[in-house]
């Protein structure tokens, strides 16, 4: 099963099969990939937050489904079999993570922005113990997130990574006290819904676009995104700041124009 709710820009999708560890079958794949049209679509919503029900993030691909024949392996080169893996949003995606957050919900997890991690957190490759691979997107993300070396450590050894050792590593954004990491992704989702979108969403669409541009023309990708962030009121936001406003890294305020 998967919970829909609403927390003012903030939609929040909690995986809630706690007897498969929250583990990703057919049904729930299809499920987040509704989600996050709904989500694409829905101008009020501004930020979505991804957890998963009770001690467990996501153990994966539900690995009785997977020897039932129920997954559908002929889709693999147009669709992730977790949902929407293989999907560009327009929009940040905070994973909220509490427990194992393992094989295909390591890819889930590194599908989105940000990760905060509680202190009982573990991510790892598991699946590499019963020879089913990546293909949620894992052997792509993980080593741009934290370089090639540490990532084929993880995928190739498939040893587990305290939380700890994954905010070393760049993996986890943030580490926070057991059980408090959804509050944390909600506020932080409140934070970013609360900046002005245009900029924010263009500066968001530059770091992604430059992976696949050379230097020259990823500069000026950025200063075209930079352009329309200037269009939707650059000068407003600096007139603010001139006026008095965000004095010493003050962040209660700031320009958040309509949009």
Same mark, same amino acid.
């Given at each position: ?11 929040i999708?909690?995986?809630d ?14 499920a ?36 039932a024949?129920a ?15 293989r ?7 905070i994973?909220a ?8 919900? #390591?890819?889930?997890? +590194?599908m989105?922005?940000?990760?905060? =991690?509680? $202190?009982?957190?573990? /991510? %790892?490759?598991?699946? &590499? ?7 949620d ?8 997130l934290?370089?090639?070396s540490r990532a #084929?450590?993880?995928? +190739? ?5 305290? =939380?700890? $050792?994954?905010?070393? /590593? %760049?993996?986890?954004? &943030?580490?926070v006290?057991t ?7 909600i ?34 990708n ?13 000068n ?22 309509r949009?």
């Amino acid at each position: 099963m998967l919970h829909v709710e609403t927390d003012g820009p903030v939609r929040i999708l909690t995986l809630d099969r706690p007897e498969a560890k929250n583990a990703i079958d057919p049904a729930q794949a299809e499920a987040l990939c509704d989600a996050f049209r709904a989500i694409e679509t829905d101008e009020t919503i501004r930020a979505t937050v991804l957890t998963g029900a009770g001690q467990t993030f996501c153990a994966g691909a539900d690995l009785k489904a997977v020897a039932a024949g129920a997954f559908d392996w002929s889709k693999l080169l147009h669709d992730g079999p977790l949902g929407p893996t293989r999907w560009h949003f327009s929009k940040p995606v905070i994973a909220a993570v509490e427990g194992y957050c393992v094989a295909g919900g #390591l890819e889930l997890a +590194l599908m989105c922005d940000l990760r905060i =991690a509680s $202190e009982t957190a573990i /991510f %790892g490759t598991f699946e &590499r113990r019963w020879g089913v691979p990546l293909v949620d997107g894992g052997t792509v993300r993980l080593p741009r997130l934290i370089g090639q070396s540490r990532a #084929l450590d993880m995928i +190739l050894t498939g040893r587990p990574v305290k =939380a700890d $050792e994954a905010l070393a /590593f %760049g993996l986890a954004n &943030r580490v926070v006290p057991t059980g408090a990491a959804r509050a944390h992704a909600i506020e932080i989702g409140k934070d970013l819904a609360a900046f002005p979108q245009a900029c924010m969403l263009n500066d968001r669409a530059s770091v992604y676009e430059q992976w696949s541009l050379p230097m020259d023309a990823a500069l000026q990708n950025e200063a075209s995104h930079g352009l329309d962030s200037v269009a939707h009121g650059t000068n407003d936001g600096a007139r603010k700041f001139a006026e008095g406003a965000g004095r010493g890294g003050n962040f209660d305020e700031h320009y958040a124009p309509r949009q």
